[in-house]
């Protein structure tokens, strides 16, 4: 079993809020999918679990708060003769997929990056749904933008649109569309995300 978190794996010890663990299922599901382990601490240490009872709280996290429901299969497997729940997300051709959050109601769109999940900002909600072939403007124009960023630091959609001279839309749906094609990067930043060229 691997024992690092990742943008394919989660860890759990237990589920104690299915709001929570919505954001997780979300967040795998407008992605390239991804794997929950309960029972699971977050250093990879085996604890166990009453798999039944956290199958029933990921099932209503899938159900009551995510939206469209992400499909999801599970299973209990034991690790060093404990009970682990594996729960296992497929990308879906139905993204993007919300959460609902626990204080104000409000539906969240959520994607993974390392080993967290983030709200989704309006570029990478629109190329959640270029993969889902639901909008398709790409054009090559959006291959003005390249020659702005560098595969160090990154830079801001506003700071793009401000050197450009580009209404902020129009440089969203470029840095979208270059996310959906692999030609750039989006990092989350405490203030907010940016884009750089890939390494």
């Known amino acids: 079993m691997q024992r690092v978190e990742s943008e394919i794996l989660e860890f759990k010890l237990r589920i104690d809020r299915q709001r929570k663990i919505a954001r997780t299922l979300v967040a795998f599901a407008n992605g ?114 390249l020659p702005l960023l560098s595969s160090k630091g990154g830079r801001t959609a506003s700071s793009l649109a401000r050197a450009t001279g580009t209404p902020i839309r129009a440089v969203e749906d470029g840095l979208a569309v270059l996310l959906h094609w692999g030609q750039i990067l989006a990092e989350p930043r405490e203030k907010g995300w940016v884009y750089k060229l890939p390494e």
């Open 32 to 145: 390239s999918g991804g794997t929950l382990l309960v029972g699971v601490r977050d250093n990879g240490a085996v604890a166990g679990c009453r798999a039944e009872e956290e199958a029933f709280m990921v099932e209503g996290a899938a159900q009551r708060f995510s939206r469209p429901e992400v499909s999801f299969t599970a299973r209990i497997d034991r690790f060093e003769g404990k009970e682990v729940l594996v729960v296992e997300v497929p990308s879906s051709d139905r993204a993007p997929h919300a959460a609902c959050e626990e204080a104000s109601e409000e539906w969240t769109v959520y994607v993974r990056r390392g080993a967290a999940n983030y709200r989704a900002n309006r570029v990478l909600l629109e190329e959640i749904k270029l993969r889902t072939a639901q909008i398709a403007n790409a054009n090559v124009e959006h291959l003005a933008l």
